[in-house]
């Protein structure tokens, strides 16, 4: 081939490289662009950092907002820029451009000017972390706990004798123990008082507040406040083991007085199912077979002593969910599955503010009831959450189980349990 048939052939060569290069920044583009437009059309997400629901997310998302507008002319200023000088320089056999390398001007420029729009950024940054983490006078404190794979949430009782700033209707009332989903008042700013029994868990609920972690060992204290009731969904923020995906968590809003009324069914005297009744049934298998490590407040056995769990003796972390009121939740293991069917759920979580707490304190009936999960969870537990990743890990845990192990419970037991869980409201 002749020198010029070759010098000819590196051209076409250099020009369909640029080509391609050219064709792949087109379609990185378009496919920018186009998740764009599909992230901005979903704007009913329940875990939407961008609809805040709150007085500290409310601030968070003013915050936000101008420093991605900044964060976004500069992102287009520096694209745009590449783009240009792709296309303008592409290589044509021309000569290597002049170096401006030593150029002060341009090198000092580009030190100030990110310099100074980080600063600008800073300012109301620092003073917004400052503001969000004034956990002084609150209305409501709540002790949050988490554990592979939940969070338990623990009531305290004030000097008063008040919940949350509520007077219980009960005589001496107890603290009030659950799971899964923290009842909290609206327009209150409610503190919670967090750590973990075992890993780093994080806790994120994205339209009340930004994540907190919550470290073993040490208490870490973070504000809430809702505007209007509803549910507010969240979950574990920081990778805590095998089923970190499946650990999750809610919160529910309510106004004064269906709060007040939370708190005194939260305090009620135990009811015993009906005697001779697939639920009374359930009542002693719940005892043999569940009691060891879940806590049913007022639960009395055959001989009329109370039955006090303990998850110490049983469970590597040292506890498990309270079952005391376990239907005027709407969900369970968790908070990873719902209590309720498809069709209730919609019930609840899309009722409006003004009946919404009506909805919600009804709780879990049994037209309502998830009977499909729930069993499949009494069924084997480990299958549908898993717990270890090595079966042989019992032997690092001297033979405590991690979670809820699989009790092998025949389907007569886990009807009587369904039962009998059916009135724990």
């Given amino acids: 081939m002749s020198r010029v048939g070759t010098l000819t052939e590196k051209v076409r060569t250099n020009r369909s490289m640029t080509d391609s290069r050219s064709?792949?920044?087109?379609?990185g583009l378009i496919a920018v662009l186009g998740g764009a437009v599909l992230a901005s059309c979903a704007n009913d997400a329940?875990?939407?950092t961008w609809q805040p629901a709150g007085e500290y997310a409310q601030d968070i998302h003013d915050l936000q907002w101008p420093i991605f507008l900044v964060a976004g002319i500069v992102g287009v200023i520096v694209f745009a820029a590449v783009l240009y000088a792709v296309i303008r320089y592409r290589d044509r056999g021309q000569?290597?451009?002049e170096q401006t390398h030593g150029n002060a001007l341009i090198e000092y420029a580009f030190i100030a000017i990110p310099a100074v729009i980080l600063a600008v950024i800073a300012v109301p940054t620092v003073a917004m972390v400052i503001e969000l983490n004034d956990t002084s006078d609150p209305d409501c404190v709540v002790n949050v706990t988490g554990?592979?794979?939940w969070w338990e949430y623990d009531y305290p009782v004030d000097a008063d004798g008040n919940i949350c700033g509520f007077a219980p209707t009960a005589s001496d009332p107890l603290p009030i123990v659950t799971s899964?989903?923290?009842?909290?008042?609206?327009d209150a700013k409610v503190v919670i008082r967090g750590t973990s029994r075992d890993v780093i868990h994080s806790?994120?609920?994205p339209k009340l507040n930004g994540k907190r972690d919550m470290v073993p060992g040490r208490l870490h204290t973070w504000n809430f406040k809702?505007?209007?009731p509803g549910i507010y969904a969240g979950q574990c923020a920081e990778f805590c083991g095998l089923s970190h995906a499946n650990m999750r968590m809610e919160i529910v809003a309510l106004?004064?007085?269906d709060f007040q009324a939370w708190i005194d069914n939260q305090l009620s005297p135990y009811e015993p199912p009906e005697p001779d009744t697939l639920a009374a049934e359930g009542e002693v298998t719940f005892i043999a077979q569940c009691s060891g490590c879940h806590q049913v407040n007022g639960l009395r056995d055959a001989n009329g002593d109370l039955v006090i769990a303990q998850p110490d003796q049983l469970v590597w972390s040292g506890a498990a969910p309270n079952l005391s009121y376990l239907m005027t939740r709407n969900t369970f293991a968790g908070a990873t599955w719902d209590l309720l069917t498809d069709r209730c759920r919609d019930f609840v979580w899309e009722a409006d503010p003004d009946v919404f707490g009506d909805r919600y304190l009804t709780g879990v009936t049994e037209e309502c009831l998830n009977e499909v999960d729930l069993k499949e969870w009494l069924r084997n537990a480990p299958a549908k959450k898993p717990m270890y990743a090595d079966p042989e890990e019992l032997d690092a845990t001297d033979g405590l189980v991690r979670g809820m192990p699989n009790l092998a419970l025949s389907e007569d037991q886990i009807n009587q349990l369904v039962a009998y869980l059916l009135e724990r409201k």
């Avoid at 899964?180 to 609206?186: A, D, K, L, S, T």
């Fill in 23 to 27: 064709s792949l920044i087109r379609t």
């Fill in 46 to 48: 329940p875990q939407d």
């Fill in 95 to 97: 000569p290597i451009p």
């Fill in 147 to 149: 554990q592979q794979w």
């Fill in 180 to 186: 899964g989903q923290m009842v909290i008042p609206i």
């Fill in 203 to 205: 806790f994120w609920i």
């Fill in 226 to 228: 809702a505007d209007q």
């Fill in 255 to 257: 106004n004064d007085a």
